[in-house]
């Protein structure tokens, strides 16, 4: 089992489409098994994937956070507290969108 494909696991449920993204890890699970892949490679697999994309990740979550933190921000903020006070679909959809700026500027 490569690495690609633990990664791609690994996108897809990160990226926020769960439902798909965990039938893409449980086939990414039996593809392991089917391998014969120890756990300890499948650990090893898992570190090098997961240890490099943390910092990128926390760096992201910090760019967030002073992006939205700035005060020409405050609309947008209390928007952002609003619609984490109650979760729900269209809620979590609308967070998206701020999400989704951050990622456009950052990248």
């Keep these: 089992v490569s690495s690609a494909l633990l990664q791609r696991a690994i ?3 990160l990226a926020g489409n769960t439902r798909r ?3 893409f890890a449980a086939r990414v699970i039996l593809v392991l098994k089917e391998s014969r892949s120890t756990n300890a490679e499948f650990v090893a697999y898992s570190m ?4 490099p994309t943390v910092a990128h990740f926390s760096e992201i979550i910090a760019y967030a956070v002073n992006f939205y933190l700035g005060d020409d921000k405050q609309k947008e903020r209390a928007e952002i507290v609003r619609l984490s006070d109650s979760i729900n679909k269209e ?6 969108v701020y ?3 951050i990622l456009r ?3």
């Design 11 to 13: 996108n897809h449920v």
């Design 21 to 23: 993204g965990f039938e």
């Design 48 to 51: 090098a994937i997961l240890v």
């Design 91 to 96: 809620n979590t959809r609308n967070l998206m």
């Design 99 to 101: 999400v989704y700026e």
């Design 105 to 107: 500027k950052y990248l």
